[in-house]
């Protein structure tokens, strides 16, 4: 394996990689609405915490030289799915058809009360 590690995205706080490379898959950690510089969480809304979440998964995607259109699945944990219309929006901004596999669940609480985490699997051939 082999780790991914990228100053335009947060920086791990625990024992995990921002992503990973194993073979022809990458493995993105899930991604909280941290700003990279400041590392505070941005919002408070869903939709200001979504455009961030994409920023982070997009500067590891930049770093590891893979494109969003490679993106095979995409898990999004979200703390209220009424918010969910408002995510969608913008998740279909930034992935374009063919989108990838997808599941949305609703948690009861993310780290540092964030409204949204997401995480993600790409294929790189």
Do not use: H
Not at 99 to 125: F, N, T
Request: glycine residues 4%; neutral net charge; aromatic residues 8%.
């Amino acid at each position: 394996m082999i780790p991914i590690l990228t100053n335009q995205a947060p920086q791990p706080i625990g024992p995990y990689s921002q992503a990973v490379k194993a073979g022809e898959w990458m493995f993105i950690s899930g991604q909280i609405p941290l700003d990279s510089t400041t590392a505070k969480l941005v919002g408070p809304g869903i939709v200001e915490q979504t455009q961030q979440v994409f920023r982070n998964l997009e500067a590891i995607l930049i770093a590891s030289q893979a494109q969003k259109s490679q993106a095979a699945k995409v898990t999004v944990y979200m703390t209220d799915l009424k918010e969910f219309q408002d995510m969608n929006k913008i998740y279909q901004e930034f992935f374009l058809a063919p989108y990838p596999a997808r599941a949305v669940v609703q948690v009861a609480a993310l780290p540092a009360s964030c409204r949204i985490e997401m995480e993600a699997m790409v294929y790189l051939k």
